[in-house]
T-cell receptor, first 114, second 112 residues
Framework: AQSVTQLGSHVSVSEGALVLLRCNYSSSVPPYLFWYVQYPNQGLQLLLKYTTGATLVKGINGFEAEFKKSETSFHLTKPSAHMSDAAEYFCAVRMNSGYSTLTFGKGTMLLVSP | KAGVTQTPRYLIKTRGQQVTLSCSPISGHRSVSWYQQTPGQGLQFLFEYFSETQRNKGNFPGRFSGRQFSNSRSEMNVSTLELGDSALYLC???????????FGQGTRLTVV
């Protein structure tokens, strides 16, 4: 069975600082990997995805993530945090199979201070 | 192109009642999945439908059920509501052959 671990339920950064949100997965084969963002009382918005090919993927709002198979990691980064980035971020995996089922991490709340 | 639409957005029900939630996927998407989000358990998979057939199911009691119609719209039903069923219920749709899923705004169910 696959699982996702997000280190840190809360991460605090100052505006303009680097954002690093950590995600490690457990899977017998390389899965598809995703990062989603959730604003209060909203659904999940897809930030970026990794399926195959280039291991550094770029997403919306200046976010990017790097797939490292040897470390089974898919950490999310953004060079410079903005106040509008404050939200909850979820890492998710999906097996490369016919099912669309996602397994999510517990989420990391990003707090951005001025 | 319209996104995933879930109705209603908010719902308050009493213990013991039943409830039906609706999800309209993105046009052309035939795969619809449902998730329950709670502060304690996080995001948990309920079930997935494709072309009117349930093809995957999470670890939830039989009180939770769903169906999908020929136009790919989906409903989920929860019978004999319990306080612990209070949650945000999220629906996601996917295009066959594509990895990503797109989520609706969710239905906030409160059981009192």
């Amino acid at each position: 069975a696959q699982s996702v671990t997000q280190l840190g339920s809360h991460v605090s950064v100052s505006e303009g600082a680097l954002v690093l949100l950590r995600c490690n997965y457990s899977s017998s084969v390389p899965p598809y990997l995703f990062w989603y963002v959730q604003y209060p009382n909203q659904g999940l918005q897809l930030l970026l995805k990794y399926t195959t090919g280039a291991t550094l993927v770029k997403g919306i709002n200046g976010f990017e993530a790097e797939f490292k198979k040897s470390e089974t990691s898919f950490h999310l980064t953004k060079p410079s945090a903005h106040m509008s980035d404050a939200a909850e971020y979820f890492c998710a995996v999906r097996m490369n199979s016919g099912y669309s089922t996602l397994t999510f991490g517990k989420g990391t709340m990003l707090l951005v201070s001025p | 192109k319209a996104g995933v639409t879930q109705t209603p957005r908010y719902l308050i029900k009493t213990r013991g009642q039943q409830v039906t939630l609706s999800c309209s996927p993105i046009s052309g998407h035939r795969s619809v999945s449902w998730y329950q989000q709670t502060p304690g358990q996080g995001l948990q998979f309920l079930f997935e439908y494709f072309s009117e057939t349930q093809r995957n199911k999470g670890n939830f009691p039989g009180r939770f059920s769903g169906r999908q119609f020929s136009n790919s719209r989906s409903e989920m039903n929860v019978s004999t509501l319990e306080l612990g069923d209070s949650a945000l219920y999220l629906c996601a749709s996917s295009l066959e052959g594509r990895a990503e899923a797109f989520f609706g705004q969710g239905t906030r169910l409160t059981v009192v």
